[in-house]
């Protein structure tokens, strides 16, 4: 689907939906549908009483074209939410015979003095509406398939560029949610800024890939802590929270810069958490893209929430041979290991024991701490499959990294890197904390040793 903004009445497409709520004054759109399709205005306030998702087609001619105008009911006093189910039910049920040069004009004082909410809605809504639930199954029939439609927004000129802002967060917000990362989703819903779903995948040109390596890193922007919020002294600092993307950033980089012979995805959950009406509470349970249910004890425990969409998707979608994440994921891993070294978490010996080797000898050292099932019971919720805090401050990182591995779909040889004391650090080359890159060294190493291992 394409979007364009434009703050002119758009006639120039095929279709032009004009979104109506009910007990408004609707009399200038009646007069400018009657204007338009030589309907008497009196006939269709008869026929069109703009009930939630009510949908009411006309039929115009202009330029030797056959034309429509469909007024689209949301309901009395209709929040976002109406907007975006009855655009959403406007394109599912009409998918198959909708014309693909659409618009939708907010230009009649059919909207909100600024539109952009409901622009951003309408976005959400169309691009829904065309969410093909069953994109795996093989015996598609073709008008299950949304064709690919160009849509025209309208909206006032003083309000285009609030427009343009709503437009692309509708866009961003919608693919995320068609994939059902629901719990990205959950920790997004407090910022003003969209989340972002970055997958990366490196192939190197010649030679057959040695092996699948998935990289899982948390991209958190600025941790406020959401509702559970932090105290303000080191706050800003949190601005240093998505330290494991950059990590796998910076890794695929150096891997394609040095043509490594291996296959690497990276996958990175991005966003921010922050304090809004709209922010998840604790106590809320929220879903997952595994498909788990989390009770949200503390909103402050976001980068596990983030990191487990993430998890699941790079292990069912690219099923790597080794699966490692990297976040600056714990307080109580600083707590544990000061400033020395990242705590390392693993399932697989061997990997461990590879990871140590690659940290001692790039200096970024990692401790290995336990993955025992006795800790499971922290994470035992009443009310939804786990909860993403036991509200016990003991082993932090080692409940963080239990909960994690709920995630991971029993992949054999998963690590996980709380890099919360590495990722910024003090040091001669700055008055303040500044980045570290750590984990790129170390990564590149290891990935060198497995190529040199295979050479061998
Ligand atoms: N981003 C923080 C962890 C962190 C703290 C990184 C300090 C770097 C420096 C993480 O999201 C967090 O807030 N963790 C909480 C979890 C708790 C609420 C269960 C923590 O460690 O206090
Ligand atoms: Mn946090
Ligand atoms: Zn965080």
Redesign the pocket.
């Known amino acids: 689907m394409q979007f364009t903004l434009s703050h002119q009445a758009p006639i120039s497409t095929d279709a032009l939906i004009v979104p109506v709520a009910q007990g408004t004054n609707l009399d200038a759109i009646f007069s400018l549908v009657a204007e338009k399709t030589g309907v008497p205005a009196d006939l269709i306030k008869g026929d069109f009483k703009a009930g939630a998702k009510e949908i009411h087609t006309l039929y115009f001619n202009e330029n030797q074209q056959s034309k429509r105008i469909f007024l689209l009911g949301l309901g009395e006093a209709p929040r976002t939410i109406d907007v975006l189910n009855a655009f959403r039910s406007l394109v599912f049920k009409r998918k198959a015979n909708l014309p693909t040069n659409l618009s939708v004009s907010f230009l009649h004082k059919n909207a909100p003095d600024n539109p952009a909410p409901w622009v951003e809605a309408s976005v959400n809504g169309l691009l829904l509406g065309g969410y093909d639930i069953g994109l795996y199954k093989t015996d598609k029939k073709p008008e299950d398939a949304a064709p690919d439609f160009n849509i025209e927004i309208a909206v006032s000129e003083e309000h285009l560029a609030a427009a343009s802002e709503a437009l692309k967060r509708g866009q961003a917000f919608e693919k995320i949610h068609g994939l059902g990362l629901h719990a990205l989703i959950a920790v997004s819903r407090g910022s003003e800024n969209p989340p972002a779903f970055i997958v990366m995948e490196y192939k190197p040109k010649s030679d057959q890939p040695l092996k699948k390596i998935g990289l899982v890193g948390k991209g ?1 922007t600025f ?1 406020t ?1 959401g509702l559970s919020i932090k105290p303000s002294t080191n706050m800003h ?2 601005k240093s ?1 998505m330290g494991g993307a950059a990590a796998v950033l910076g890794t695929i980089e150096v891997a394609a810069k040095l043509q490594l012979p291996l296959h690497i995805i990276g996958v990175i959950p991005a966003t921010e958490n922050s304090v809004d009406a709209l922010s998840t509470k604790p106590g809320d349970v929220i879903g997952s893209y595994q498909g788990k249910t989390i009770e949200v004890i ?1 909103t ?4 596990r929430l983030i990191l487990a969409d993430g998890l699941t998707y790079a292990v069912r979608n690219f099923a790597p041979d080794v699966l490692i994440d990297l976040a ?5 891993c ?1 707590r544990t290991l000061g400033t020395y070294a990242g705590g390392l978490f693993s399932n697989n010996d061997a990997l461990v024991g590879q990871l140590n080797e690659a940290g001692e000898r790039t200096g970024e050292r990692l401790w290995r701490l336990p993955l025992w099932d006795d800790y499971n019971k922290e994470l035992k919720s009443d009310v939804a499959d786990l909860k993403n ?1 036991s509200g016990n401050p003991a082993a ?1 990182a080692i409940t963080a990294a239990k909960f994690l591995e709920a995630f991971i779909e029993k992949h054999p040889a998963w690590a996980h890197m709380d890099i ?1 004391g590495m990722a910024i650090a003090d040091s001669e080359f700055s008055s303040q904390k500044s980045a570290t890159g750590f984990g790129i060294r170390l990564l590149i190493d290891y990935m060198q040793s497995l190529i040199n291992d295979a050479k061998a």
Do not use: K, R
């Open positions: 958190v941790d802590g600092l949190m929270d503390d402050d425990a976001e980068g600056t994921l714990t307080g109580s600083i805090f932090g919360a």
